[in-house]
């Protein structure tokens, strides 16, 4: 009770900075978003569905204290009602787990039929001298270069399918940025997880012949030693970009036990604001295929985003009209016999108010057992 009596009060307070004078509101800011979603799953048309539904709420809160120093929190408050929720206890204990060094994820209500989950995912206070940025606190590193998988993104692995959570995780970390001149970047990082695993490293970044170019090195979840590269830049019209990463086992330091990712993208945005987007991702230790909820959610290590040696993924977005976009996208796993096949239509149904449809199909054939599941979403939702 005394929980949720504090998370009331938090939000009651944050609610009311709306009201504030023009000149408070320069010193404070409040957005987000609220949504509705409902699901179905289901491995064919004639087989049973599994029917859920998601309330999502959203609130991004920060306070200017001077021109350099900057809090910010920002949480996220879902209500799950369904089929799920109703199969067991286990689906809300998974939606509960906090994965970093401060637990800040709570199932306020919980019961049969439903439950609602607060977590805070942004959590830092941030100072800026000079050249000098420091940012202590959950928060989001993100180092990749690509679009669909990032072996740099070493402190915040994500999944491309999980397309309704587009703030993607944070870290409990320490963060310094130093910036040399006004194309380059030295970021040193240190964090740590809820089993103390701790990662920590530096990477260097900067501008050459049109491309940012990037060089990394550390220590990963308190097992690797992590190096890597990345890039993005453009030749003509194409945009280049690719990323790769060694992950060495710290104890088999001089064998060859070691994971390496590769990946490389292409896209292309047309006059008529369509996009066409290649990206192919190479592992020679992809990582085995029997957790497919942690490959869908993406809370999985960064060294773990490869089930198939060589993955190919394409994805096309056409605008129909200036208020309706649609995209098709598609993943192959060779190594499983496997693709993933998707759909999406997104449409403005007023100012700040937009409804989307998802399709997400996934087939596999290993041990002689083909795998297959559907998911459907649709979703309303508004952005204050």
């Not at 939606?95 to 989950?117: E, H, R, Y």
């Not at 320490?174 to 990662?199: C, E, G, H, M, W």
Request: aromatic share 18%.
């Amino acid at each position: 009770m005394l929980k949720i009596l504090k998370i009331s009060l938090f939000l009651f307070l944050l609610i009311n900075f709306k009201s504030y004078s023009q000149e408070s509101l320069k010193r404070f800011s409040l957005n987000g978003y609220v949504s509705t979603m409902q699901s179905a799953i289901f491995d064919s048309l004639s087989g049973p569905f599994v029917i859920d539904n998601l309330i999502h709420n959203r609130l991004n809160f920060k306070a200017y204290v001077n021109s350099r120093i900057t809090f910010a929190t920002e949480l996220r408050n879902r209500l799950f009602i369904g089929d799920m929720v109703r199969s067991g206890p286990t689906y809300a204990e998974m939606t509960a787990d906090d994965p970093g060094w401060v637990d800040l994820s709570w199932n306020i209500l919980n019961q049969p039929s439903f439950f609602l989950n607060t977590t805070i995912d942004r959590l830092w206070a941030d100072f800026n001298y000079g050249k000098v940025q420091a940012r202590i606190g959950r928060q989001r590193i993100n180092w990749g270069q690509t679009l669909v998988w990032n072996p740099n993104d070493i402190f915040n692995a994500y999944s491309f399918f999980e397309f309704d959570y587009i703030e993607r995780p944070g870290s409990d970390a320490v963060r310094i940025q130093y910036y040399p001149t006004f194309s380059s970047a030295l970021d040193l990082a240190v964090k740590a997880d809820y089993d103390n695993r701790v990662t920590a490293a530096a990477l260097y970044r900067f501008n050459k012949w049109g491309y940012d170019i990037q060089f990394l090195s550390g220590y990963f979840n308190s097992e690797d030693f992590v190096a890597g590269a990345g890039w993005s830049g453009a030749f003509g019209s194409v945009s280049f970009r690719g990323e790769i990463s060694w992950f060495q086992p710290v104890k088999h330091f001089t064998d060859s036990t070691g994971t390496g990712l590769f990946t490389i993208g292409f896209d292309k945005a047309f006059s008529n604001n369509s996009m066409l987007q290649f990206q192919f991702m190479y592992s020679n230790n992809p990582a085995d295929y029997n957790d497919f909820l942690s490959f869908y959610s993406g809370s999985i290590s960064t060294k773990e985003l490869a089930f198939s040696k060589f993955t190919p993924f394409g994805l096309y977005s056409y605008p129909v009209t200036p208020l309706l976009t649609i995209s098709v996208s598609g993943m192959l796993f060779p190594d499983l016999d496997g693709y993933f096949a998707g759909s999406s239509l997104d449409f403005s149904l007023a100012e700040n108010v937009d409804f989307s449809l998802y399709w997400q199909h996934f087939r596999s054939d290993t041990n002689n057992l083909t795998s297959r599941m559907n998911l459907g979403f649709m979703r309303i939702k508004y952005s204050f």
